[in-house]
């Protein structure tokens, strides 16, 4: 597995040890780093220039062993060099870009990449514990009893619905992530408390109880699999099997809860329509809110020309 750097990766957590933000890096080395670095503005071709800063903080990436900062929890996850034909890590431009992704081209090859922001190397031990999580996932992601595909089952939803299928998919594998973690006796990003808050929130139409047994299952769970958490996340209220709108249930048009669905066989065939083709995997069984019926109802009739308002 061979790792590599995004340029500007390299350049900021290098710049943050000249600066001394980072702690560790020699008074003299520093001022050398600074010396030569003065040099490369005298190079005219502005590609040569460009390869030659990379070239030269890249050196000192090595240098002031940061490489190695990464490499040594890195280590603490044997199936990925097997697994990964490349690691690469970037700059993240903020909090919410993040993470790990896995790519993979079209040999079959898969590429890791993690991407974080450079203030993360102020603070060693967070840092650290920010990788293996991440790390964590991509050993999930290539570990086939995991079972990870790319492709989420979102179901037939609104855009909305999905969104939160997406979001609560997230919580269940944070979860497990950190739940093996804590058990490992690693630092972990968020501890125990922290995720039952989350998962809390992403279940609240839960009964507590409910939420403290399925927390627990997932926080101790030794190998958890994707397809478990997705049918999860996707069906939490086991609802699929059913199909039927329940009161108080979300319309699966505009994603408000209600206690008023509209009888569909009751519906003009123009209409459902109308909604299918906003709407495509809408079928008549998924019903929908009076409010909804009333405004497709309603477009079936065109506005006069002289209307005024």
């Not at 839960?206 to 403290?212: D, F, I, T």
């Given at each position: 597995?061979?790792?590599?750097?995004?340029?500007?990766?390299?350049?900021?957590?290098?710049?943050?040890?000249?600066?001394?933000?980072?702690?560790?890096?020699?008074?003299?080395?520093?001022?050398?780093?600074?010396?030569?670095?003065?040099?490369?503005?005298?190079?005219?071709?502005?590609?040569?220039?460009?390869?030659?800063?990379?070239?030269?903080?890249?050196?000192?990436?090595?240098?002031?062993?940061?490489?190695?900062?990464?490499?040594?929890?890195?280590?603490?996850?044997?199936?990925?060099?097997?697994?990964?034909?490349?690691?690469?890590?970037?700059?993240?431009?903020?909090?919410?870009?993040?993470?790990?992704?896995?790519?993979?081209?079209?040999?079959?090859?898969?590429?890791?990449?993690?991407?974080?922001?450079?203030?993360?190397?102020?603070?060693?031990?967070?840092?650290?514990?920010?990788?293996?999580?991440?790390?964590?996932?991509?050993?999930?992601?290539?570990?086939?009893?995991?079972?990870?595909?790319?492709?989420?089952?979102?179901?037939?939803?609104t855009a909305i619905e999905q969104r939160l299928v997406r979001e609560r998919y997230r919580v269940l594998w944070a979860v497990t992530i950190d739940g093996r973690l804590d058990r490992a006796g690693r630092a972990t990003i968020a501890g125990r408390a922290?995720?039952?808050?989350?998962?809390?929130?992403?279940?609240?139409?839960?009964?507590?109880?409910?939420?403290?047994?399925?927390?627990?299952?997932?926080?101790?769970?030794?190998?958890?699999?994707?397809?478990?958490?997705?049918?999860?996340?996707?069906?939490?209220?086991?609802?699929?099997?059913?199909?039927?709108?329940?009161?108080?249930?979300?319309?699966?048009?505009?994603?408000?809860?209600?206690?008023?669905?509209?009888?569909?066989?009751?519906?003009?065939?123009?209409?459902?329509?109308?909604?299918?083709?906003?709407?495509?995997?809408?079928?008549?069984?998924?019903?929908?809110?009076?409010?909804?019926?009333?405004?497709?109802?309603?477009?079936?009739?065109?506005?006069?020309?002289?209307?005024?308002?």
């Amino acid at each position: 597995m061979q790792s590599r750097y995004e340029e500007e990766f390299v350049e900021s957590a290098v710049m943050l040890c000249a600066m001394g933000r980072r702690p560790g890096a020699p008074a003299l080395q520093v001022a050398r780093f600074h010396r030569e670095r003065e040099r490369l503005y005298a190079i005219l071709d502005p590609d040569e220039r460009n390869a030659a800063f990379f070239q030269l903080h890249l050196e000192w990436f090595r240098e002031w062993g940061l490489d190695e900062v990464l490499n040594r929890v890195v280590a603490e996850y044997p199936v990925l060099p097997n697994a990964l034909e490349v690691l690469a890590f970037r700059q993240a431009r903020n909090r919410n870009a993040e993470g790990a992704e896995l790519y993979v081209n079209a040999a079959g090859g898969r590429h890791g990449v993690i991407a974080f922001c450079s203030e993360r190397w102020l603070r060693a031990a967070d840092l650290a514990a920010f990788l293996r999580h991440e790390l964590m996932h991509l050993a999930d992601m290539v570990d086939p009893v995991f079972g990870y595909s790319p492709r989420l089952d979102l179901g037939r939803g609104t855009a909305i619905e999905q969104r939160l299928v997406r979001e609560r998919y997230r919580v269940l594998w944070a979860v497990t992530i950190d739940g093996r973690l804590d058990r490992a006796g690693r630092a972990t990003i968020a501890g125990r408390a922290q995720r039952q808050a989350e998962f809390d929130r992403a279940f609240s139409f839960w009964p507590e109880s409910r939420r403290q047994e399925v927390f627990t299952a997932l926080w101790t769970d030794p190998a958890p699999a994707h397809a478990g958490l997705l049918a999860l996340a996707a069906d939490p209220r086991a609802l699929r099997a059913t199909r039927q709108p329940l009161p108080g249930g979300s319309c699966p048009l505009c994603d408000f809860p209600t206690f008023h669905w509209v009888a569909t066989a009751a519906l003009n065939p123009q209409v459902i329509a109308a909604i299918q083709a906003e709407f495509p995997s809408w079928t008549p069984d998924q019903g929908l809110c009076n409010r909804c019926a009333e405004v497709y109802e309603s477009a079936r009739f065109p506005v006069p020309a002289n209307l005024c308002v």
